[in-house]
């Protein structure tokens, strides 16, 4: 499956985005669907992960409580990211993936299907 990351722009400190993840398949129902984001020279960091029925979220503690993930598997093949109260350190390429996987949701390698990337920039 092929996804298409969007929604990435500069933001002041406090701001929101939202990301949007979209896929080349009619429904991502088969997957759970994550986020991961990376700055120049460092690892690509787990974000957050929704389950494939969209019942079960997760987040990586530095975002959890400003960035909201979601998706609508009902009505389009499109997975979302709400994120708020953004800071300078959240600064980074953000990646949408998908993984057939039922394990390990928190590492990139369970992940085989990968978006461009989109640029969030928070200015101090």
């Known amino acids: 499956v092929q996804l298409q990351a969007s929604g990435g722009g500069m933001v002041q400190t406090g701001g929101s985005l939202t990301l949007s993840c979209a896929a080349s398949?009619?429904?991502?129902?088969?997957?759970?669907m994550a986020w991961f984001r990376q700055t120049p020279g460092k690892e690509r960091d787990f974000v957050a992960v929704?389950?494939?029925?969209?019942?079960?979220?997760?987040y990586a503690d530095s975002v959890k409580g400003r960035f909201a993930i979601s998706r609508d598997n009902a009505k389009s093949a499109v997975v979302y990211l709400q994120m708020n109260s953004l800071k300078p350190e959240d600064t980074a390429v953000y990646y949408c993936?998908?993984?057939?996987?039922?394990?390990?949701?928190?590492?990139?390698?369970?992940?085989?299907?990968w978006g461009q990337g989109t640029l969030v920039t928070v200015s101090s």
């Open positions: 993936a998908a993984t057939r996987s039922y394990s390990n949701y928190v590492s990139r390698i369970s992940y085989d299907n």
């Open positions: 398949v009619p429904t991502l129902y088969n997957y759970a």
């Open positions: 929704i389950s494939r029925g969209g019942g079960t979220t997760y």
